[in-house]
């Protein structure tokens, strides 16, 4: 099993671009998750889906969309970028319960300047 | 609203020394709590869960224990080593979609 794999490593992006976070994993988990990390700080929820075709917002949505059209991806979308938006983008999946933990991406740090 | 708050920010050990990192959180009623391992520049790699019903959980030189009614948990490191440098996080999950709520972590260095 790959986990959970996510693309690109590395962005930089103009303010006012979009672009698309892939996150895809292969252990069949039904629920995902999109984080973002500030530098020195926590993890703070973006998106979470606890399904295909379900999803719902975080603690920090403002400037992303995400769509759950199968089990194994979870695309984030930034649109129109702002330099808010600069950090490390996690992405992360487990079972439904609460004996299962959330495994993480490697993560994409993304730069808007 | 549930808040994830770990005490110290950083923790520089001497080789060998056992220690204890801290995390608080203000409302008990969690599903869960895990404690992470993050490397410069690296995703994170789950150490430890412990559900909401139990009190402690251990993997090697790692235990970590819960006290749900006072909104504590510790992560014990046994004989420190250098390649135990990294910082530590805790996150927790308030609900069934099980999303995680962290803290802003420990960073530790073990000195050799």
């Known amino acids: 099993n790959a986990g959970v794999t996510q693309t690109p490593k590395f962005r930089i992006l103009k303010i006012g671009q979009s672009m698309t976070l892939q996150c895809t994993q292969d252990m069949n988990h039904n629920y995902m998750y999109w984080y973002r990390q500030d530098p020195g700080m926590g993890l703070k929820l973006i998106y979470y889906s606890v399904g295909a075709g379900i999803t719902d917002k975080g603690e920090v949505p403002n400037g992303y969309n995400v769509s759950r059209s199968t089990t194994e991806d979870f695309p984030l979308r930034l649109e129109l970028a702002a330099p808010s938006q600069t950090s490390v983008y996690f992405c992360?999946?487990?079972?439904?319960?609460?004996?299962?933990?959330?495994?993480f991406g490697p993560g994409t740090r993304l730069t808007v300047t | 609203k549930q808040e994830v708050t770990q005490i110290p920010a950083a923790l520089s050990v001497p080789e060998g020394e056992n220690l204890v990192l801290n995390c608080s959180f203000t409302d008990s009623a969690i599903y869960n709590l895990q404690w992470f391992r993050q490397d410069p520049g690296k995703g994170l790699t789950s150490l430890l869960l412990i559900q909401s019903s139990q009190r402690e959980q251990t993997s090697g030189r790692l235990n970590a224990s819960l006290d749900k009614s006072s909104g504590r948990s510790t992560l014990y490191i046994a004989a420190s080593q250098p390649g135990d440098s990294a910082t530590y996080l805790c996150a927790v999950s308030t609900d069934s979609s099980y999303k995680l709520i962290f803290g802003s972590g420990t960073r530790l260095l073990v000195r050799p």
């Open positions: 992360a999946s487990s079972y439904k319960g609460a004996v299962y933990e959330q495994y």
